[in-house]
């Protein structure tokens, strides 16, 4: 499998030059294609190509994630994607002003680019972590859907089996296990799912935390949990065709959790036919 | 139209919005481009832009955040949040 990388073009702020830098470093020691972020915006056809046939790294500088806007404007998968400034938080340092970069700026990038090429070289990173598979649970596909119907659009929810929050976001809850995805209704009005960020095996996770991320070509979704617990599995499946939860929203589980406070969490959570009511509502203040 | 409740507790009474701070807001306004909800509004003069409707803000949302280059938009604290939200609901929402 081959790769390409879209960059923060580093013009902007010191985390775009760092962005810019991993580009080039991952494009020199994994032979990746770079595609040249104002030139993609200027003349999508010219990449089009080289966007059906690899698999797309992102690297964005800072939050406003002109690269990633730019990925989803041209409705591309995303592979791998990550944020200089979340990077440079997370290690509690801070870059020096201005586009030059020093030596602590061109050794984050360094380490930033053997991160990306270690994920993709390239066992998926969600499972990398040892430890022994958690036991399958069993959990029952929806049979029984009540639908609302607004205008032209049909949303599906599960009768039962399924519990909601206000996020709408849904846990579908098997023993002491949870799975946990989107519903129908933030599917559509989302549109095409292009990414999703599934959370870390083994994070302990509580309820309203996020619980990863989903991007589309229309909007960033923050999932936020329905459910306290530890994640023990992600879908793979999900996060490599992230399409699925357009097709099968109730099917497309993101992570499962072991829960750890399921009668708490359920009082604050509706089921079925309740969250009909507010999708019912949502809908028509829209 | 703002959420009457969020988890059955009336929405008036959990203060979750972003607070704008304006020594790091540029204005690039990529926040409000984002929100669908309407929760910022854009004013002429030296304060270009405002939240003009904090209650159409969806409880535990971030996102404008996310997309905020210069930082410059925080929330409530989230813990704090949750704790309010649970008691009013074991008070049945009546706060």
Redesign the interface.
């Known amino acids: 499998m081959n790769y390409a990388i879209l960059a923060c073009t580093g013009l902007d702020k010191p985390e775009g030059s760092v962005a810019r830098e991993v580009a080039i470093r991952l494009a020199e020691t994994t032979g990746a294609k770079i595609i040249c972020p104002v030139a993609l915006n200027r003349t999508p056809a010219r990449y089009k190509r080289a966007l059906a046939e690899n698999r797309l790294i992102v690297v964005d500088g800072c939050a406003t994630k002109c690269a990633s806007k730019l990925a989803a404007a041209t409705g591309t998968k995303v592979a791998q994607k990550v944020l200089v400034s979340d990077v440079v938080k997370a290690a509690g340092s801070a870059l020096d002003p201005g586009l030059r970069l020093g030596p602590g700026a061109l050794e984050l990038a360094r380490k930033m680019a053997d991160g990306i090429s270690e994920n993709e070289a390239f066992t998926p990173k969600k499972t990398r972590r040892a430890g022994e598979a958690p036991a399958e649970m069993e959990f029952e596909a929806a049979s029984d859907h009540v639908v609302v119907v607004h205008d032209k659009y049909e949303f599906r929810i599960p009768a039962t089996g399924y519990y909601f929050n206000a996020n709408d976001v849904w846990a579908q809850v098997a023993g002491t296990r949870a799975r946990v995805g989107i519903s129908d209704y933030l599917q559509q009005r989302l549109t095409d799912i292009t990414y999703v960020d599934p959370p870390e095996i083994g994070a302990t996770v509580a309820q309203f935390d996020e619980l990863g991320a989903i991007e589309s070509t229309k909007a960033a979704f923050d999932v936020i949990s329905p459910v306290s617990g530890v994640v023990v599995r992600v879908n793979e499946a999900v996060a490599d065709a992230p399409e699925s939860i357009n097709e099968d929203p109730y099917g497309s589980w993101i992570a499962e959790l072991d829960l750890t406070a399921w009668d708490e969490d359920r009082a604050l959570l509706v089921d079925g036919p309740a969250y009909a009511a507010d999708v019912e509502r949502k809908a028509a203040e829209e | 139209?703002p959420?009457s409740t969020?988890?059955g507790v009336p929405r008036s009474k959990i203060p979750w919005a972003p607070t704008i701070d304006y020594h790091k807001c540029d204005y690039?306004m990529?926040c409000d481009e984002?929100c669908?909800h309407r929760v910022f509004e854009r004013r002429e003069g030296h304060v270009k832009l405002v939240v003009a409707n904090p209650g159409n803000c969806?409880?535990?949302?971030?996102?404008c955040?996310?997309?905020?280059?210069?930082?410059a938009i925080t929330f409530p604290d989230?813990?704090e949040t949750?704790a309010l939200?649970?008691r009013l609901?074991a008070e049945g929402g009546k706060g």
């Open positions: 139209m959420e969020f988890m690039c990529e984002f669908p969806v409880v535990f949302c971030r996102a955040a996310k997309t905020c280059g210069p930082d989230k813990q949750v939200i649970k609901h």
